[in-house]
């Protein structure tokens, strides 16, 4: 196995069982309650207007866009680790089918190691920091550099010569 | 070029009841069961779904303009019911598809990992046990609810999915583990897979990359142009939806809950779009590897492989057009993932076929 082929498979594996237990980390301790505020934020919003309490209502609408906004990138992260990792784990297995040198294949691999476990977590790390600019372009600069790297993988496999 | 391994170097990497055949007949059972689960939901519950929402906004609008507190929580409680009810639905069919994948993944690196053969076999079925579970549990989460449950927020069927969550996890740690022990002895646990340089194997590794590269792009483009502005929108429609019904202006109310259908309908079919045609990409590349133990004549694997890309492609493609051509493209979008798992069955087949050929001294498929 080559050392492109080992860093694929290892950090694939590593980030998905990172991202899976992120993920049920959040489902035990922090998804119901975020559901709940999401729910209740909601329909308190409708029930303040009800009342003809309209600052409440706008508060109430304030909080369920906060929450769903940290849901939404909560979920997302966890689901992007762990679709990342699948896909570092397969092109693993089949990275001597990408037709460039060792040396550019680790880099491609690096690159994609790098930017799966960056991306996901720059998302996080915007609910701590809402509208961060910094963290919005580590997310660009992240995915980026992961489709740089897959774009560079399908172009190794296009390069495949027959035996 | 032959598209059929030779029988001796399969017999010797996929024997009868062996880690990887466990793997990969239960991960392509996933993915199919989590498919058709998928096209049953999408005709015949999402929109449905999507039309209770609208009318319990409605309802609450009315609420509102009344002045009709108690009615409003009443409806939200109806609202969040609905809303579990789909989300529930969309967790079971993600998930089982996801261990699918993961069962097919693990059968590939089954050489790496460096575990006795009766300590594999174990670990496949806990996996494939462990992968019908978990979206059986989130499945049942929004009929079970917390009925008899010891916990103030969270039910059995919870309980179920989490510990089905769990199992699998312990699974990949042991698989890490015996990975590790290669990379320590850097001896096979069993033979390679076969090298087939077949066309299938190609067809569906090509385009399994591209596919996962349009994914890519699409959804870079969706975060750069929509998401925040969506996230906006929402806010802006809620903040009027309300204004306006306390105004008893339900009209305007009633306008705006179209628009926050609209809305949601547009955030849906981009990042079904999305996680669809990576998804099959990923699920493309996995079964290139498999292409040596589906036991069919090389016409019918060429076929299937090409209703299999042409379904992967179609799919995502036509959910995506949805928004602008509305039910036809939803039509298309649901033949094309019948596509996939007429080809995904057919693939089962023909690694079912196989079975019963092992012991054979010689041959391919008729």
Sequence with gaps: ?????????????????FGMLYGLHYAVFVEHQTLDQMGGSLAQAFQSAAGRHPEQAHAALYSYAEAKYDYVRQVDAHSHWIGLAMIMI?????????????????????????????????????????????????????????????????????????? | MSAVAKPSSIHS??????????????????????????????????????????????AANQAVAAGDETAVSKIFGSLGSILEDRGTKVDAHVHMIGAGYLALMLALVQPFVVLSIKTKKTLAALFITGGTLLPVGIFLIHYVGLARSPFAAIGWASILADSAGALLIIVLIAEAWGFRRYLRTRELAEPALPDDNSWERRALLSGGALLILLGFLHGAWY????????????????????????????????????????????RAVNIAAHSHIIEFGLLAMLLSFVQPYVFLSTRWKRRWTQVLLAGFLILP?????????????GGIADIGGLMI???????????????????????GAA
């Design chain 1, 1 to 17: 196995m080559t050392g492109s082929s080992r860093l694929l498979i290892i950090g694939g594996l590593a980030l998905a069982a």
């Design chain 1, 90 to 163: 397969v092109l693993g297995v089949l990275f001597g089918r990408v037709n460039f040198s060792e040396s550019f294949r680790q880099a491609i691999a690096l690159s994609l190691l790098v930017g799966s476990a960056v991306f996901p977590l720059s998302v996080i790390l915007q609910t701590y920091h809402h509208g961060a600019t910094i963290l919005k372009a580590l997310a660009v600069a992240s995915s980026g550099l992961v489709i740089l790297a897959m774009a560079a993988t399908a172009w190794g496999f296009a390069r495949l010569r027959p035996n």
């Design chain 2, 13 to 58: 990497t996929f024997a009868p009841m062996s880690a990887r055949r466990l793997l990969v007949f239960g991960g392509i059972a996933l993915v199919a069961a989590g498919m058709f689960f998928g096209d049953i939901f999408a005709v015949f519950i999402l929109h449905q779904n999507a039309g209770g929402q609208g009318a319990a906004l409605i």
């Design chain 2, 223 to 266: 975060a750069g142009e929509y998401l925040y502005q969506h996230e906006r929108m929402e806010t802006a429609i809620l903040q009027s939806m309300i204004s306006t019904a306390s105004a008893n202006d339900l009209n305007t109310a009633t306008a705006q809950v179209a628009n926050f259908g609209n809305l949601a309908g547009a």
């Design chain 2, 317 to 329: 493609v036509f959910v995506f057009l949805e928004l602008q051509f509305g039910l036809l493209a």
């Design chain 2, 341 to 363: 798992i007429v080809a995904l069955v057919a693939m089962l087949v023909g690694i079912f076929r196989y079975t019963g050929r092992l012991d054979a001294p010689a041959g």
